[in-house]
């Protein structure tokens, strides 16, 4: 069957970040994930204890690298296990971790203004809070994103309060939006996370949620499905027995219908994402990440559909 999808040059019928950026760059473009050290206000007391009841040790950065090691250590030591796949990369580096602006601006400037430096590197990507962004650091933002390619991804999960407290987020729908204007304001790329599979979540609240980022100006979205990891609030809350996790078939439905809602021009950087095995408990179905990608693409074919048919401008 023909692809009907105007932003693909493959079987996806979604946009995909791998097609955004051969379009933007001209080549391959691999994101490397850096861990630089930061903490997060919703861990050290400044805006909650103990954080989201999801996170990890690694504070979601569970694939970053090694944070006592430099930056361009943790860089080259990724770039060398990419190289052996793809020669003729171009990276971003990817301030994952944690909280990456909760720190003073200076210490800010340092880290991010080495990263790009490294080879062949065309940018930058920034994870944060929406309630890390001071006038101050999106100002310096705006200014990089004049200078380079620039991206960041603000954590939102969902944009149900009630769910936000009962996953111990310790900031508001309208929070969010005060940092995300902040940023859109000084044309920065906003990249937002969700989770599919909250605690307390139905289907239609997670369709609200994709409903309502799709007359944001976001640049693009990451699609996650919630893991639950060992050592973390939520296995104990699973254990107990306090919620269910998603069968892979309602998460393909869900992710289906929240591409139909989204415009076609936003960009998805991820349709799923990954725990690391040794901590993961569950769904052990989201291990075998590429069969959940192709079964979105075989649900989207089945349904004759596309990214954006239900959107409503
Ligand atoms: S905001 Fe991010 S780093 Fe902070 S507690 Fe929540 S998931 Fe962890």
Known sequence: MENPFVYSDTNKRYHTFHYFLKQKFGCKVAKISLDAGFTCPNIDGTKGYGGCTYCSAKGSGDFAGDKNLPLR???????????????DTKYIPYFQAHTNTYAPLSVLKEKFEEALTFPNVVGLAIATRADCISDEIADYLGELAKRTYLEVELGLQSVHDVTGERINRCHSYADFLEGYQKLVDRGIFVCVHIINGLPGEDREMMLQTAR?????????????????LKGTVMAKQLADGEFELLSREEYVQTVCDQLELFPPELVIQRVTGDGEKESLIGPEWSLKKLCVMNEIDKELVRRDSWQGKNYIR
């Open 212 to 228: 309502t980022l799709s007359h944001l100006k976001l640049h693009s979205v990451k699609i996650h499905l919630l893991h639950v």
């Open 73 to 87: 250590e943790q860089f080259d030591q990724i770039r060398a296990m990419m190289g052996k796949k793809w020669a």
